[in-house]
């Protein structure tokens, strides 16, 4: 399962400003499996949605089917839910 952390410092929300208004923000980090977990930005709507500091999954709702049947993040709307409250994968069969 992916885990994505909110770290001390990194946590508060960042706005950058676009020709269609301003777009928020908050940093956070990937655990991809390499030596170095990698820096993103997770979409918030308005400041007062950063979350806190502490370790996430993302949330079933960030994946869609795109046009051609493909599995795809949302990546304007990547919802994340606490790493211990995440369900677990279950096996099939």
Same mark, same amino acid.
């Given at each position: 399962? =992916? ?9 508060? %929300?960042q706005t950058r400003n676009t020709k269609n ?13 390499? %030596? ?5 930005? &997770?979409?918030?709507?308005?400041? %007062?949605?950063?979350? $806190?500091?502490?370790?996430?999954? =993302? %949330? =079933?709702?960030?994946?869609? &089917? ?11 709307? =990547?919802?994340? &839910? $606490?790493?211990?409250? @995440?369900? $677990?994968?279950?096996? @099939?069969?």
């Amino acid at each position: 399962m =992916l885990k994505i952390s909110i770290i001390e410092g990194h946590h508060a %929300a960042q706005t950058r400003n676009t020709k269609n208004g301003a777009r928020y923000f908050q940093v956070a980090y990937a655990d991809m499996g390499g %030596a170095f977990p990698q820096e993103i930005e &997770v979409p918030i709507r308005n400041p %007062a949605e950063a979350r $806190p500091i502490g370790e996430y999954s =993302l %949330a =079933l709702s960030t994946f869609q &089917v795109g046009r051609y049947k493909n599995l795809e993040l949302n990546p304007f709307q =990547l919802d994340l &839910v $606490p790493f211990n409250k @995440a369900a $677990p994968m279950q096996k @099939a069969g």
